[in-house]
C-alpha cells in the first residue's frame, strides 16, 4: 500500500472511475466537478517594499488551495487559478468555479487569507498587500504544473479587485524571475483591476494575452488608469483588450449584492496615482509624496453591485477566450 496514490496508479485508477461512471456523468449536473482536492500550499508573506525589491526573507505561512476537476475522460485538463479580493473566497468565486467546470476547465481556488489568520481586508488593505499575493498565485500555479491531471500549458490565473494585482501583474517578466518558477501562465484575466500603480518593468511582459473587464461607473477601483496602462501596452504589441461596461458597480459579478450597496468603511485608492520611481520606492505621482494609505488620496467608502447582465457577458466572453488558447 506504500505507493498507492503514485502518480501512475493515481491517473489509471481516476481513469478507470471516470469510465465506469461515463453514463452517470452524462445526466449528471456538468457544473459539478468529477472530483474535489483540497491541497497545503506553502507560501511567504511579504510586505509590499520587499516583495519589490526581491526579498526571501518573509514569513512563511500555508494556505489552502482547493482543487476541482470537471467531468470527462480527458487525460489532462485546461485550468484557471482563481485569486479572491479583499472580501476573501465568497459565492461569487463558487459561481465561477462551476460555470468553468462546467466549461470544461479545472479550477484551482486560492484562500490567501484564512492561512494568514486575515478575514478580509476591506476596511484595512495593510493586513496584506496584494503583491504578495502573487506569489500565492506563482506557488498555485507550480502546484498545477505538476499535477497529473492537468495541461502544464494551459493554467491561466483569474484575480478579482485586489487579487487582480496578483492576476495581472504576474504577467511581468521582472516579477515572474523573482517569485515564479519554469512554469508560465498561459493567460492573465483581471475583473475590477487597480491599474492605478506603475511598477519599474510593467510592460516587459512574459508574452501571455490580458484581458480586463470593468464597470464604469465603478466608484471602488477606477477603471480611468487601466485604459492608460492597456494602451500602452497595445501599442508594444501585447494581446490585450480592456471590456467595460457602463453602469455597473465594483464587484458586479457577486450574485449576493444588490444592485448597488454602500460600503462606507471600505478603504479606496480610486483617487490615487502611485509610481515606482526606483525598486521597492513607491510614491504619489502627483504630490511625490511615499506611499501611504494615510495618504490624502485614499478614500473611505465606496459601492459594490451587481449587474446580471454585465456578469452574464464577462463569464462567456471569459470562456471563449481561454477556450481559443
Wanted: with cysteine.
Amino acid at each position: 500500500m506504500k505507493n498507492w496514490m503514485g502518480k501512475g496508479l493515481w491517473t489509471a485508477t481516476l481513469g478507470a472511475l471516470c469510465g465506469l461512471a461515463s453514463h452517470a456523468q452524462t445526466a449528471a449536473n456538468p457544473s459539478l466537478p468529477a472530483r474535489i482536492e483540497i491541497h497545503a500550499l506553502p507560501t511567504q508573506t511579504l510586505t509590499g517594499e520587499e516583495f519589490l525589491k526581491g526579498s526571501a526573507q518573509g514569513k512563511s505561512h500555508v494556505l489552502a488551495a482547493e482543487l476541482r476537476i470537471p467531468q470527462g475522460q480527458k487525460a489532462k485538463f485546461p485550468a484557471v487559478v482563481l485569486i479572491h479580493g479583499s472580501g476573501g473566497v465568497s459565492g461569487s468565486m463558487d459561481q465561477w468555479v462551476h460555470a468553468l467546470n462546467q466549461a470544461g476547465m479545472a479550477t484551482l481556488v486560492v484562500d490567501t487569507f484564512s492561512g494568514r489568520g486575515i478575514t478580509s481586508t476591506v476596511q484595512d488593505q495593510t493586513l496584506l498587500h496584494s503583491l504578495a499575493m502573487m506569489v500565492d498565485g506563482y506557488r498555485g500555479l507550480d502546484l498545477m504544473a505538476k499535477h497529473p491531471r492537468i495541461d502544464a500549458t494551459k493554467i491561466s490565473i483569474m484575480g478579482f479587485s485586489k487579487g487582480a494585482v496578483a492576476s495581472v501583474f504576474s504577467a511581468s517578466t521582472r516579477f515572474k524571475a523573482l517569485y515564479g518558477s519554469s512554469a508560465k501562465f498561459a493567460s492573465h484575466i483581471g475583473l475590477y483591476t487597480p491599474c492605478n500603480t506603475r511598477f519599474i518593468g510593467d510592460t516587459d511582459l512574459t508574452g501571455s494575452p490580458l484581458r480586463f473587464f470593468h464597470g464604469t461607473t465603478d466608484d471602488y477601483v477606477n477603471v480611468v488608469p487601466c485604459r492608460a496602462y492597456v494602451a500602452e501596452l497595445k501599442s508594444k504589441g501585447v494581446d490585450i483588450t480592456l471590456t467595460e461596461f457602463a453602469n455597473t458597480q465594483h464587484g458586479y459579478d457577486s450574485p449576493l449584492s444588490p444592485e448597488k450597496l454602500a460600503v462606507p468603511t471600505a478603504q479606496s485608492t480610486r483617487n490615487c496615482q502611485f509610481i515606482e520611481k526606483s525598486k521597492g520606492d513607491l510614491f504619489n505621482a502627483q504630490s511625490g509624496a511615499p506611499f501611504s494609505y494615510n495618504d490624502p488620496c485614499v478614500a473611505v467608502g465606496a459601492h459594490v453591485g451587481h449587474n446580471p447582465d454585465a456578469t452574464a457577458k464577462t463569464v462567456k466572453g471569459v470562456i471563449e477566450f481561454l477556450q481559443s488558447l
